[in-house]
Nanobody
Protein backbone atom coordinates (compact mmCIF):
# COMPACT_ATOMS: atom_id res chain seq x y z
CA UNK A 1 0.00 0.00 0.00
CA UNK A 2 1.32 3.42 -0.92
CA UNK A 3 1.68 5.98 1.80
CA UNK A 4 3.04 9.49 2.13
CA UNK A 5 5.56 10.28 4.84
CA UNK A 6 6.04 13.96 5.67
CA UNK A 7 8.70 15.79 7.63
CA UNK A 8 10.07 19.26 8.17
CA UNK A 9 7.42 21.24 9.99
CA UNK A 10 8.13 23.29 13.07
CA UNK A 11 8.22 26.71 14.65
CA UNK A 12 9.92 29.59 12.89
CA UNK A 13 9.95 33.35 13.23
CA UNK A 14 8.40 35.58 10.58
CA UNK A 15 10.83 36.04 7.72
CA UNK A 16 12.40 32.66 8.31
CA UNK A 17 12.50 29.53 6.19
CA UNK A 18 11.46 25.91 6.41
CA UNK A 19 11.66 22.98 4.05
CA UNK A 20 9.01 20.30 4.02
CA UNK A 21 9.58 16.91 2.45
CA UNK A 22 7.20 14.17 1.44
CA UNK A 23 8.17 10.65 0.43
CA UNK A 24 5.79 8.36 -1.41
CA UNK A 25 6.65 4.86 -0.23
CA UNK A 26 5.40 1.53 -1.54
CA UNK A 27 5.83 -0.66 -4.58
CA UNK A 28 4.14 -0.94 -7.95
CA UNK A 29 2.75 2.52 -8.37
CA UNK A 30 3.11 5.67 -10.41
CA UNK A 31 2.39 9.25 -9.47
CA UNK A 32 0.33 11.59 -11.60
CA UNK A 33 0.35 14.66 -9.38
CA UNK A 34 2.00 15.32 -6.04
CA UNK A 35 2.20 18.34 -3.83
CA UNK A 36 1.13 20.24 -0.75
CA UNK A 37 -2.07 21.61 0.70
CA UNK A 38 -2.55 23.41 3.99
CA UNK A 39 -5.30 23.99 6.51
CA UNK A 40 -5.22 26.87 8.95
CA UNK A 41 -7.37 26.85 12.09
CA UNK A 42 -10.99 27.51 11.24
CA UNK A 43 -10.33 27.51 7.49
CA UNK A 44 -10.77 25.09 4.64
CA UNK A 45 -7.89 23.10 3.24
CA UNK A 46 -6.29 24.93 0.33
CA UNK A 47 -3.78 24.23 -2.39
CA UNK A 48 -0.22 25.41 -1.84
CA UNK A 49 1.68 23.85 -4.74
CA UNK A 50 1.61 20.75 -6.91
CA UNK A 51 3.69 19.15 -9.65
CA UNK A 52 2.39 16.81 -12.32
CA UNK A 53 3.96 14.03 -14.36
CA UNK A 54 5.02 16.52 -17.02
CA UNK A 55 6.86 18.58 -14.38
CA UNK A 56 4.35 21.38 -14.57
CA UNK A 57 4.15 23.20 -11.25
CA UNK A 58 1.20 25.11 -9.86
CA UNK A 59 1.41 27.61 -7.02
CA UNK A 60 -1.27 29.32 -5.02
CA UNK A 61 -1.06 33.09 -5.28
CA UNK A 62 -0.06 33.21 -1.62
CA UNK A 63 2.94 30.98 -2.35
CA UNK A 64 4.25 32.60 -5.53
CA UNK A 65 7.65 34.21 -5.13
CA UNK A 66 8.18 32.75 -1.65
CA UNK A 67 7.72 28.99 -1.94
CA UNK A 68 9.46 26.59 -4.31
CA UNK A 69 8.35 23.06 -5.05
CA UNK A 70 10.83 20.56 -6.40
CA UNK A 71 11.36 16.80 -6.38
CA UNK A 72 14.06 14.19 -6.58
CA UNK A 73 15.10 12.36 -9.72
CA UNK A 74 13.13 9.27 -8.73
CA UNK A 75 10.03 11.48 -8.55
CA UNK A 76 8.95 9.89 -5.28
CA UNK A 77 9.92 12.74 -2.96
CA UNK A 78 8.73 16.31 -3.20
CA UNK A 79 10.12 19.22 -1.26
CA UNK A 80 8.52 22.53 -0.44
CA UNK A 81 11.05 25.23 0.29
CA UNK A 82 9.28 28.03 2.13
CA UNK A 83 11.04 31.38 2.47
CA UNK A 84 9.94 34.73 3.86
CA UNK A 85 7.38 33.00 6.03
CA UNK A 86 4.53 35.02 7.47
CA UNK A 87 2.27 34.39 10.47
CA UNK A 88 -0.58 33.75 8.02
CA UNK A 89 1.35 30.75 6.71
CA UNK A 90 0.67 29.02 10.00
CA UNK A 91 -1.22 25.82 9.22
CA UNK A 92 -1.06 22.08 9.08
CA UNK A 93 0.56 21.20 5.77
CA UNK A 94 -0.60 18.01 4.07
CA UNK A 95 1.16 16.13 1.33
CA UNK A 96 -1.16 14.88 -1.42
CA UNK A 97 -0.72 12.56 -4.36
CA UNK A 98 -2.85 11.20 -7.19
CA UNK A 99 -1.47 7.73 -7.83
CA UNK A 100 -2.07 4.65 -9.93
CA UNK A 101 -1.35 1.29 -8.36
CA UNK A 102 -0.55 -1.49 -10.80
CA UNK A 103 -1.62 -4.70 -9.06
CA UNK A 104 -4.46 -4.68 -8.47
CA UNK A 105 -5.00 -1.67 -10.72
CA UNK A 106 -6.58 1.31 -9.06
CA UNK A 107 -6.29 5.03 -9.03
CA UNK A 108 -6.47 6.89 -5.78
CA UNK A 109 -5.89 10.19 -4.07
CA UNK A 110 -3.85 9.80 -0.90
CA UNK A 111 -2.88 12.15 1.91
CA UNK A 112 -0.11 12.33 4.42
CA UNK A 113 -0.73 12.71 8.14
CA UNK A 114 0.08 16.42 8.11
CA UNK A 115 2.89 18.46 9.58
CA UNK A 116 2.40 21.62 11.60
CA UNK A 117 4.07 24.85 10.55
CA UNK A 118 3.89 27.70 13.04
CA UNK A 119 5.19 31.15 12.14
CA UNK A 120 5.53 33.55 15.03
CA UNK A 121 5.37 37.32 14.59
Amino acid sequence: QVRLVESGGGLVQAGGSLRLSCLASGIGFSINTMGWYRQAPGKQRELVSTIDSADSITYADSAKGRFTLFRDNAKTTVYLQMNSLKPEDTAVYYCNADIVEISPWRSAEIWGQGTLVTVSS
